[in-house]
């Protein structure tokens, strides 16, 4: 009458119930769960170094201070999504040494330079959009820990688009300059977002597992296709044009269609041949490298003043 | 935010690793130990569990989940525990444990009939 | 000269003489300008930490320290432009200025450098927030008077997380105790500034609305002694100070940290963002 642990594991899912650390769990689930909510964190760290860049140019100290707050939530989302790998079985510092090793990635867009302050607001208006259009489903994927921090990531990521639109919206309609400041940065930034929804589904066999094991729940060419039809308005409201002549309206399939994206520019990307992967790497390890000796000094000061701490692991609770 | 980040060919298979790994590097220091945050949001509401996070001291500690975890208005008081004083109980007894309890109504209000006319109760 | 008594008593390097209150403005202005680039100049400088920290927990919490500075320059900038009457927003004051009507201490444009480095400057600048706010909540002018009020309680979690670096990198490692003694001794130089009254503070303590800066070194060298000595640190002995930030007479390190700031207003005046 005892169900096998594998077959406790199915009914868990098929419940739409959510699987906890506790729980047995096939070394793939595991796996495919740590790679992925790893590279999550590690594109969340990453992506502070793009919107970063302006913060000491901000054109007031109001949009600053929104940016700095911005850039700071993004930190405390990889700290969260780390927090929640690791009650998977790997340590904070192996997931970091993966990614300084190249051996984990993070999400293609953050090898994009930001060229102008409007880049701020595409970025938030874009980027944060397209990352929002998948985030709601995150939110209902089976690993418990993971679930948890989507909805507090959620709720803080509310201001994130909206700063960035409104950052456009001042533009558009300001100067004849701020305006094609704005439409470069569209020009620029657009393609890169499409393709941060990935290949085509039937090009991404890893695509079927994952929508099995419920980690993902919706596709990547239903999300793109999200994406656009929500965007295309926004846009429109704007009054800057996306640089696709192939975007328009079908009226039959009653969403938009668009053209294809340049996927030889999507996998050199990937590969590490984008116009910023290399520095961002650098900037991370330097930081992270530069920072050891404190580190090391923080360790030492509690191992001579607390000794309880000594024997403190790195276990981790739910 | 979420980020899909695509394989591509040659890539290690996403369920390979090796114990390597997992394997701390000597000289890499780290932020510390895990601890667990609890805040308080209000007064008179108890300390929930709100995440996790690194940090090689008590007050360290207690400083960092001021910093992660409070920055919305989200609490009046912060208690932060070392993620190895954390004793769980074991899933493998959960029916053991916590089963029982459901076949127990008599511990809810709702098992009572108590008539309408009596009033509230 | 030589002996532990004359090496209490400060060589202040020579000020251009004949200060005059920059622009002609009221001291009243000045004296809340000043406080206001304090923290302006502070916060660019702590922004410049972000995704750089040691780890990802010191990334967070600089970023906070640094939005703490950045809404206190807001306010104090606010105010002096209120006071000023002519129409001034934080944002022309704080993009408009060029170096020599910008007024901050000259310890917070010091660079970062390494952490001890930002440690040891955040240490003196908290040490001697935390008795200027404590003593202006109570200032006759209660704009300046709620926003120290406010400043306060900042001040008295960014010295408690100062204090407690300071400890850790001093009584930390043989590595992290000599860069920390090291960044004490570099920025030792601009501790005397804080507290060294000229006719503005004077006028402003006269008037009400100020504090002579002269009261607050005894509290602020108790609190330093305290930290040296829990993180095993020396204090330093070299009589060598620096002073001018005050009257506009900075470091090389002011205008580049203005240039970075101003960039956007100047090249694309007048404009909405």
Redesign the interface.
Request: hydrophobic share 40%; glycine share 8%; charged share 25%.
């Given at each position: 009458m005892d169900l096998s642990p594998d077959d406790r594991f199915q009914a868990i899912l098929d419940a739409d119930d959510k699987i906890e650390p506790t729980d047995w769990m096939p070394d793939g689930y595991r796996q495919t769960l740590i790679r992925q909510i790893a590279q999550h964190a590690h594109s969340e760290i990453i992506g502070m170094q793009p919107e970063g860049n302006w913060i000491s140019r901000a054109p007031t100290l109001k949009r600053k201070t929104i940016l700095m707050a911005k850039v700071q939530d993004e930190a405390g989302h990889g700290l969260y999504l780390y927090a929640a790998a690791e009650t998977l079985g790997i340590g904070r510092d192996e997931m970091q040494h993966l990614l300084h090793t190249g051996r984990h990635k993070y999400s293609s867009i953050f090898n994009y330079p930001t060229l102008s302050w409007a880049d701020m607001g595409v970025i938030g208006w874009l980027v944060d959009g397209a990352a929002i259009t998948n985030q709601v489903a995150l939110t209902r994927t089976s690993y418990g820990p993971y679930a948890r921090a989507m909805v507090r990531i959620c709720k803080e990521e509310s201001f994130h688009q909206r700063q960035g639109y409104e950052i456009l919206l001042t533009l558009c309609r300001g100067s004849a300059e701020q305006f094609a400041m704005a439409q470069d940065a569209v020009d620029r930034w657009w393609w890169p977002s499409l393709m941060m929804f990935g290949p085509h589904d039937d090009e991404s066999p890893h695509t079927a597992q994952s929508m099995a094991w419920k980690v993902k729940r919706v596709s990547n060419d239903d999300l793109r296709q999200q994406f656009v039809d929500m965007t295309v308005p926004q846009a429109e409201y704007l009054g800057v044009t996306l640089p696709d002549p192939e975007l328009r309206w079908n009226e039959q399939s009653g969403h938009y269609d668009y053209g294809e994206v340049d996927w030889d520019e999507f996998w050199q990307v990937v590969k590490g041949d984008g116009p910023m992967n290399r520095e961002r790497l650098a900037n991370k390890v330097g930081a992270w490298d530069d920072g050891a000796w404190v580190r090391e000094a923080a360790m030492a000061y509690a191992a001579k003043h607390d000794g309880r701490l000594r024997s403190a692991g790195a276990g981790g609770a739910a | 935010?979420?980020?899909?980040?695509?394989?591509?060919a040659g890539d290690?298979a996403?369920?390979?690793?090796d114990a390597d790994?997992?394997?701390?590097?000597p000289?890499?220091?780290?932020?510390?130990?895990?601890w667990?945050v609890f805040v308080r949001q209000r007064r008179g509401m108890s300390h929930v569990h709100a995440?996790?996070?690194?940090?090689?001291?008590?007050?360290?500690a207690l400083?960092?989940a001021r910093?992660?975890y409070t920055?919305?208005s989200e609490g009046v008081s912060v208690w932060v525990v070392?993620?190895?004083a954390?004793t769980?109980s074991?899933?493998d007894n959960a029916a053991s444990m916590f089963e029982p309890f459901a076949e127990q109504p008599y511990r809810h209000a709702t098992y009572y009939d108590i008539p309408d006319e009596v009033g509230h109760m | 000269m030589t002996g532990p008594e004359q090496s209490r008593v400060p060589f202040v390097a020579a000020s251009p003489q004949g200060m005059v209150v920059a622009g002609g403005l009221p001291a009243h202005v000045v004296y809340v300008l000043r406080l206001g680039d304090d923290n302006l100049v502070m916060a660019q400088r702590l922004g410049e930490w972000i995704s750089r920290g040691p780890d990802l927990e010191e990334d967070i919490a600089l970023a906070n320290v640094a939005l703490d500075h950045l809404g206190q320059a807001r306010a104090l900038l606010a105010h002096a432009g209120a006071l000023e009457g002519m129409g001034r927003t934080e944002d022309d004051l704080a993009m408009g200025r060029a170096e020599r009507d910008v007024h901050n201490l000259l310890l917070v444009e010091q660079p970062n450098g390494d952490f001890a480095h930002t440690v040891a400057r955040a240490l003196f600048l908290d040490a001697y927030q935390v008795e200027l706010w404590r003593v202006l909540s109570g200032s006759g002018d209660a704009t300046l008077g709620g926003i120290a009020a406010k400043a306060l309680k900042e001040a008295r979690y960014h010295l408690r997380h100062s204090s407690a670096w300071a400890v850790r990198l001093g009584d930390g490692t043989a590595l992290s105790h000599a860069r920390m003694q090291a960044a004490v001794d570099d920025l030792w130089r601009f501790t005397f500034e804080p507290f060294a009254a000229d006719a503005v503070d004077l006028a402003a303590a006269a008037s009400g609305v100020g504090v002579d800066p002269e009261v607050l070194r005894a509290p602020w060298d108790a609190r330093i002694d305290a930290v040296l000595t829990e993180a095993t640190l020396e204090r330093p002995s070299d009589p060598y100070q620096r002073t001018g930030g005050r009257q506009g007479f900075h470091t090389e390190h002011l205008g580049h940290v203005l240039t970075e700031l101003q960039w956007m207003q100047r090249t694309f005046p007048g404009l909405h963002w």
């Amino acid at each position: 009458m005892d169900l096998s642990p594998d077959d406790r594991f199915q009914a868990i899912l098929d419940a739409d119930d959510k699987i906890e650390p506790t729980d047995w769990m096939p070394d793939g689930y595991r796996q495919t769960l740590i790679r992925q909510i790893a590279q999550h964190a590690h594109s969340e760290i990453i992506g502070m170094q793009p919107e970063g860049n302006w913060i000491s140019r901000a054109p007031t100290l109001k949009r600053k201070t929104i940016l700095m707050a911005k850039v700071q939530d993004e930190a405390g989302h990889g700290l969260y999504l780390y927090a929640a790998a690791e009650t998977l079985g790997i340590g904070r510092d192996e997931m970091q040494h993966l990614l300084h090793t190249g051996r984990h990635k993070y999400s293609s867009i953050f090898n994009y330079p930001t060229l102008s302050w409007a880049d701020m607001g595409v970025i938030g208006w874009l980027v944060d959009g397209a990352a929002i259009t998948n985030q709601v489903a995150l939110t209902r994927t089976s690993y418990g820990p993971y679930a948890r921090a989507m909805v507090r990531i959620c709720k803080e990521e509310s201001f994130h688009q909206r700063q960035g639109y409104e950052i456009l919206l001042t533009l558009c309609r300001g100067s004849a300059e701020q305006f094609a400041m704005a439409q470069d940065a569209v020009d620029r930034w657009w393609w890169p977002s499409l393709m941060m929804f990935g290949p085509h589904d039937d090009e991404s066999p890893h695509t079927a597992q994952s929508m099995a094991w419920k980690v993902k729940r919706v596709s990547n060419d239903d999300l793109r296709q999200q994406f656009v039809d929500m965007t295309v308005p926004q846009a429109e409201y704007l009054g800057v044009t996306l640089p696709d002549p192939e975007l328009r309206w079908n009226e039959q399939s009653g969403h938009y269609d668009y053209g294809e994206v340049d996927w030889d520019e999507f996998w050199q990307v990937v590969k590490g041949d984008g116009p910023m992967n290399r520095e961002r790497l650098a900037n991370k390890v330097g930081a992270w490298d530069d920072g050891a000796w404190v580190r090391e000094a923080a360790m030492a000061y509690a191992a001579k003043h607390d000794g309880r701490l000594r024997s403190a692991g790195a276990g981790g609770a739910a | 935010m979420s980020y899909d980040v695509p394989r591509m060919a040659g890539d290690a298979a996403w369920t390979e690793h090796d114990a390597d790994d997992h394997a701390r590097r000597p000289g890499d220091e780290g932020s510390g130990p895990m601890w667990e945050v609890f805040v308080r949001q209000r007064r008179g509401m108890s300390h929930v569990h709100a995440g996790s996070l690194h940090a090689p001291d008590a007050e360290t500690a207690l400083l960092n989940a001021r910093d992660v975890y409070t920055r919305r208005s989200e609490g009046v008081s912060v208690w932060v525990v070392p993620s190895s004083a954390v004793t769980a109980s074991d899933p493998d007894n959960a029916a053991s444990m916590f089963e029982p309890f459901a076949e127990q109504p008599y511990r809810h209000a709702t098992y009572y009939d108590i008539p309408d006319e009596v009033g509230h109760m | 000269m030589t002996g532990p008594e004359q090496s209490r008593v400060p060589f202040v390097a020579a000020s251009p003489q004949g200060m005059v209150v920059a622009g002609g403005l009221p001291a009243h202005v000045v004296y809340v300008l000043r406080l206001g680039d304090d923290n302006l100049v502070m916060a660019q400088r702590l922004g410049e930490w972000i995704s750089r920290g040691p780890d990802l927990e010191e990334d967070i919490a600089l970023a906070n320290v640094a939005l703490d500075h950045l809404g206190q320059a807001r306010a104090l900038l606010a105010h002096a432009g209120a006071l000023e009457g002519m129409g001034r927003t934080e944002d022309d004051l704080a993009m408009g200025r060029a170096e020599r009507d910008v007024h901050n201490l000259l310890l917070v444009e010091q660079p970062n450098g390494d952490f001890a480095h930002t440690v040891a400057r955040a240490l003196f600048l908290d040490a001697y927030q935390v008795e200027l706010w404590r003593v202006l909540s109570g200032s006759g002018d209660a704009t300046l008077g709620g926003i120290a009020a406010k400043a306060l309680k900042e001040a008295r979690y960014h010295l408690r997380h100062s204090s407690a670096w300071a400890v850790r990198l001093g009584d930390g490692t043989a590595l992290s105790h000599a860069r920390m003694q090291a960044a004490v001794d570099d920025l030792w130089r601009f501790t005397f500034e804080p507290f060294a009254a000229d006719a503005v503070d004077l006028a402003a303590a006269a008037s009400g609305v100020g504090v002579d800066p002269e009261v607050l070194r005894a509290p602020w060298d108790a609190r330093i002694d305290a930290v040296l000595t829990e993180a095993t640190l020396e204090r330093p002995s070299d009589p060598y100070q620096r002073t001018g930030g005050r009257q506009g007479f900075h470091t090389e390190h002011l205008g580049h940290v203005l240039t970075e700031l101003q960039w956007m207003q100047r090249t694309f005046p007048g404009l909405h963002w």
